[in-house]
T-cell receptor, first 110, second 118 residues
Framework: QKEVEQDPGPLSVPEGAIVSLNCTYS??????FMWYRQYSRKGPELLMY????GNKEDGRFTAQVDKSSKYISLFIRDSQPSDSATYLC??????????FGPGTSLSVIP | DGGITQSPKYLFRKEGQNVTLSCEQN?????MYWYRQDPGQGLRLIYY???????QKGDIAEGYSVSREKKESFPLTVTSAQKNPTAFYLC?????????????????FGPGTRLTVL
């Protein structure tokens, strides 16, 4: 079993839809959780960062962490064509390196 | 204009050649990283460095080498010993407070270099 798993997609939604992107993980010691957005042929950029459990909101984006279920989510409200990208989840324990998920490819259709 | 630059954007290597990928940052970050990205796989750590003149192997260091002679620069050499080097290579950096034991791990990435073996 991989440490971090993501459905690779592709996920295709109409403009304005609510998008839910998810990752599951196996290491209960993960405490820091991040979401990166990567446009085609570009480097990833940090979208959201959360520590431990709970929700964090930033504009149209909400990150949610459920440590009891070892499950994290990124919600995108009112999705736009400019949100079309690959979304990588990443997580870290307090003592080790960052582990990245393989990414979910999202297309928002106008 | 602060950031991380990688060059070249595209690189072609013949069998048996060594090639060097450049990574420069002007963010004054102490920690720098090299990752390899293949389709359907997460970013895999090749090497990282938290201080000048010191670096550690990541998960897939075989066939690669690095140097860290300056804080701003962390070049990666892909040697002929790397049997499957075709991939997208990403350099990242982080302030040491985020990269350390109790750091959140947030990293800032360059635009990447796509390496293809001919």
């Amino acid at each position: 079993q991989k440490e971090v798993e993501q459905d690779p997609g592709p996920l295709s939604v109409p403009e304005g839809a609510i998008v839910s992107l998810n990752c599951t993980y196996s290491n209960s010691a993960f405490q820091y959780f991040m979401w990166y957005r990567q446009y085609s042929r570009k480097g990833p950029e940090l979208l959201m960062y959360t520590y431990s459990s709970g929700n964090k909101e930033d504009g149209r984006f909400t990150a949610q962490v459920d440590k009891s279920s070892k499950y994290i989510s990124l919600f995108i409200r009112d999705s736009q064509p400019s949100d079309s990208a690959t979304y990588l989840c990443a997580m870290k324990t307090s003592y080790d390196k960052v582990i990245f998920g393989p990414g979910t490819s999202l297309s928002v259709i106008p | 204009d602060g950031g991380i630059t990688q060059s070249p954007k595209y690189l072609f290597r013949k069998e048996g050649q060594n090639v060097t990928l450049s990574c420069e940052q002007n963010l004054n970050h102490d920690a720098m990283y090299w990752y390899r990205q293949d389709p359907g796989q997460g970013l895999r750590l090749i090497y990282y460095s938290q201080i000048v003149n010191d670096f550690q192997k990541g998960d897939i260091a075989e066939g690669y080498s690095v140097s860290r002679e300056k804080k701003e620069s962390f070049p990666l050499t892909v040697t002929s010993a790397q049997k499957n080097p075709t991939a997208f290579y990403l350099c990242a950096s982080s302030p040491v407070v985020l990269a350390g034991v109790y750091g959140s791990g947030e990293q800032f990435f360059g635009p990447g270099t796509r390496l293809t073996v001919l």
